[in-house]
């Protein structure tokens, strides 16, 4: 049973920086997919980016903006994320593929793909 606890959400404006962090229970194997999404009221889960040892992938709108990375003691997965804007606003949930099929298969930002899930983490950027 994986669990992962997501940390580093906050208020800031727009044009700022936040790095959120995903620590997961159980080492993140090379195979694991490990994603981040983000969740407003008014919109379906988004897959935001996501890592696996054969890379990583990043939604259109948040390319060049934000860096998804992993740290050496293989536990904890960051989303840094740069030049906000208001519309980056949401809940933002870290996810585990723990066979890394959701990666590997291209499916990366597909929410039905990642079996464990974190209680997400605010971040609100003001204009």
């Known amino acids: 049973q994986v669990q992962l606890v997501e940390s580093g959400g906050g208020s800031v404006q727009a044009g700022g920086s936040l790095r959120l962090s995903c620590v997961s229970s159980?080492?993140?194997?090379?195979?694991?997919?490990i994603g981040w999404f983000r969740q407003t009221p008014a919109n379906e889960r988004e897959g935001v980016a996501s890592?696996?040892?054969?890379?990583?992938f990043y939604a259109d709108s948040v390319k060049g903006r934000f860096t998804i990375s992993q740290d050496t003691d293989e536990k904890t997965v960051y989303l840094q994320m740069s030049s906000l804007k208001p519309e980056d606003t949401g809940v933002y949930f870290c996810?585990?593929?723990?066979?890394?099929?959701?990666?590997?298969?291209?499916?990366?930002?597909?929410?039905?793909?990642?079996?464990?899930w974190g209680r997400g983490t605010q971040v609100t950027v003001s204009s």
């Open positions: 996810a585990a593929d723990p066979w890394g099929k959701a990666c590997a298969s291209g499916w990366w930002s597909r929410s039905f793909r990642y079996g464990y």
């Open positions: 159980e080492l993140v194997e090379h195979r694991y997919c």
């Open positions: 890592i696996y040892s054969g890379g990583t």
